[in-house]
């Protein structure tokens, strides 16, 4: 069973930062890319940043040089570093993984940009 938990979503003024954190619970084995997803109200769901087994890294256009995705010396954490944010980066942010050609997802965290 895959879980993955995410922590670090709240409120932050424009042009501040916030840091998710994703676990996962489990094996490492099996894991392909992790990454993180978000969704707006009223918008699709969309792919914000992932990274590979490699370490390669990939970003959607809107975050490209404000985001940062990275993950922790055990395999099993993800992170994504977010600054410059944006009232347009509101949204539910969810953790997601491909492990053995199957997605999961987190419960989501929130993030809020407002002054």
């Known amino acids: 069973q895959v879980q993955l938990v995410e922590s670090g979503g709240g409120l932050v003024q424009p042009g501040g930062s916030l840091r998710l954190s994703c676990a996962h619970s489990?094996?490492?084995?099996?894991?392909?890319?992790m990454g993180w997803h978000r969704q707006a109200p009223g918008k699709q769901r969309e792919l914000v940043a992932s990274i590979d087994n490699g370490d390669s890294t990939s970003y959607a256009d809107s975050v490209k040089g404000r985001f940062t995705i990275s993950r922790g010396n055990d395999k099993n954490t993800v992170y994504l570093q977010m600054n410059d944010l944006k009232p347009e980066d509101t949204a539910l942010y969810y953790c997601?993984?491909?492990?053995?050609?199957?997605?999961?997802w987190g419960q989501g965290t929130q993030v809020t940009v407002s002054s």
């Open positions: 489990g094996s490492i084995f099996g894991i392909r890319t």
């Open positions: 997601t993984c491909v492990k053995y050609g199957t997605n999961y």
